[in-house]
């Protein structure tokens, strides 16, 4: 994901600017605003001034926490284009040129670096608003089938992803064993045989889509379900099963959904015998 795009990275940002702006008002209770008619040299002069009563040391502490803070807080501005426009300097950052309201003819009054701030803080606000519109959904592996998570929650926590869709794959396998009694064929046999459109025999039932047997809708999905269900036991378990190769934890996640979502179809099933 773009970084921009991130609502977690928009708040580390924000939460970096904050930290920058709350040292910089720490630095300025050490200093005077030089402005109005009291003001030395306007223009000239620094923008703000040492306090006479003020530690030089402490000063130079804070100046260092702020200039520290400004570098965490670099990415704000051109982020959010809180640019500065300034006569003779062209457009300036405001948060990476905050120094220089303590040199003589400063391009910034303490002021704009402030506002520039609560700006900044103001748009994160709203790209994080539209980044956590803009993100998909997420699926937690937690919330699948009783049968998918239940047997891999800590083959999953533990990192063993293939592990972990093998397990789920030969969960669901027994779930549909344990509904129709049939311990005497393969899975895929199995499969084969529960969603066959053959009617049920003594000792092998069928697994058959609830309502109108008539219905297209009906005969669509049972149709479908003979075709899904040895095909998940084909690609993914097996696949599981036998390929030592490890699996990331996306590819992981897809096939579970995979899995979750056949065993619920399977729960919804009628199970008809003779």
């Known amino acids: 994901m773009e970084a921009r795009k991130s609502p977690e990275y928009l708040r580390s940002v924000a939460d970096a600017v904050e930290q920058f702006r709350a040292a910089l008002a720490d630095f300025l209770e050490l200093h005077v605003i030089n402005e109005g008619v009291g003001g030395v040299a306007l223009g000239y002069a620094p923008a703000v001034l040492p306090r006479g009563d003020a530690d030089p040391k402490e000063i130079e502490k804070r100046r260092e926490k702020v200039t520290r803070l400004a570098g965490r807080a670099s990415a704000a501005i051109p982020l959010t284009g809180g640019s500065i426009s300034v006569q003779g300097a062209g457009v300036i950052d405001p948060i990476q040129n905050w120094v220089t309201i303590t040199r003589p003819k400063p391009l910034l009054e303490s002021v704009d670096v402030l506002s520039a701030c609560d700006y900044a803080l103001g748009r994160i606000e709203d790209l994080i608003l539209r980044a956590e519109a803009a993100r998909p959904p997420t699926v ?135």
């Open 140 to 274: 937690g592996a937690e919330a699948m089938h009783p049968a998918v998570w239940g047997p891999i929650s800590r083959l999953w926590g533990d990192g063993h992803f293939r592990e972990a869709v093998a397990a789920a794959a030969e969960s669901v396998v027994g779930m549909v064993k344990a509904r129709t009694g049939r311990n005497d064929v393969s899975a895929t046999s199995l499969w084969q045989q529960a969603f066959s459109k053959d009617a049920p025999k003594p000792g092998q039932p069928r697994l058959r889509w609830p309502g109108d047997p008539a219905s297209q809708d009906v005969k669509t999905m049972n149709s479908g379900l003979l075709s899904l269900a040895p095909g998940v036991q084909m690609t993914i378990r097996n696949s599981a099963a036998h390929d030592l190769d490890g699996l990331d934890e996306q590819t992981a996640l897809e096939r579970l959904c995979t899995l979750s979502l056949l065993a619920r179809w399977v729960d919804e099933c009628e199970l008809v015998t003779v």
